[in-house]
């Protein structure tokens, strides 16, 4: 029995220490600051949320391969509750964040893919660490109920949330721009000019 005992112990203690490696107990600092301009490129979703990994990585690839772009930040832009709305009908665009790109190449990109501008926003901003998958789902469950507490105790509207996954930094920035309106979210839904 104590060896037994002994086996459930290290193996719960090596469970804890890894979810302590992806950020079961980071600390949620929320802060209030400008975020953007970012260059979007992206493509819409409807469905699962679990589905916009997909979309992010087949554009990383596309923007590797045949514009030879290499992005270091992907992002996901969540529109609605997942709580309040059934899976198959939420709404979400996912895709890359491009930097140093000259006006040119952004005019190229646009005829190949979705392309926005994220304009530059005062937003609610939660760093959280990213370390893998196991991080965004620790930070789904620990990073969503605090923003929302927040929102709700300032009273700044609902807005979409954006997730940025910076690889090289490992963190992944929740960032919900208060200060834009809803039609700006809207128009990357809508059909921007391919």
Same mark, same amino acid.
């Given at each position: 029995?104590? &060896?037994? %005992?002994l ?8 469970? *804890?220490?890894? %979810? ?6 980071? !600390?949620?600092?929320? /802060?209030?600051?400008e *975020?953007? @301009?970012?260059?979007?490129? =992206?493509? &819409? +979703? ?12 087949? %554009?990383?690839? &596309? ?7 290499? !992005? *270091?930040?992907?992002?996901g832009?969540?529109?609605?509750? !997942? ?25 190229? %990109?646009k005829?190949?893919? =979705?392309?926005?501008?994220? @304009? ?16 965004i ?15 709700? /105790? +300032?009273?700044?509207?609902?807005? @979409?949330?954006? /997730? *940025? =996954?910076?690889? @090289? +930094? ?7 721009? =208060?200060?834009? &309106? ?13």
């Open positions: 029995m104590k &060896r037994f %005992l086996i459930v112990g290290v193996f719960v203690a090596g469970v *804890v220490l890894a %979810l302590t490696y992806y950020g079961l107990f980071a !600390p949620i600092v929320i /802060e209030e600051k *975020v953007g @301009p970012f260059v979007l490129v =992206y493509d &819409r +979703h409807i469905g699962d949320y679990k589905q916009i990994s997909s979309i992010m990585d087949n %554009l990383y690839e &596309r923007l590797r391969k045949e514009d030879s772009i290499t !992005p *270091v930040r992907g992002f832009l969540y529109y609605d509750n !997942p709580k309040t709305t059934p899976s198959d009908q939420l709404r979400s665009i996912g895709g890359c964040i491009v930097d140093n790109v000259d006006r040119d190449k952004i005019d190229d %990109l005829s190949k893919y =979705y392309v926005a501008i994220f @304009p530059e926003s005062k937003s609610i901003v939660v760093a959280f660490p990213f370390k893998g998958m196991v991080s789902f620790i930070g789904i469950t620990r990073v969503y109920p605090k923003l929302g507490q927040y929102v709700s /105790e +300032h009273q700044y509207p609902m807005v @979409p949330v954006m /997730e *940025v =996954y910076d690889q @090289p +930094h490992k963190k992944i920035a929740y960032i919900a721009a =208060y200060e834009l &309106r809803q039609d700006v979210f809207d128009a990357f839904l809508g059909k921007p000019e391919k």
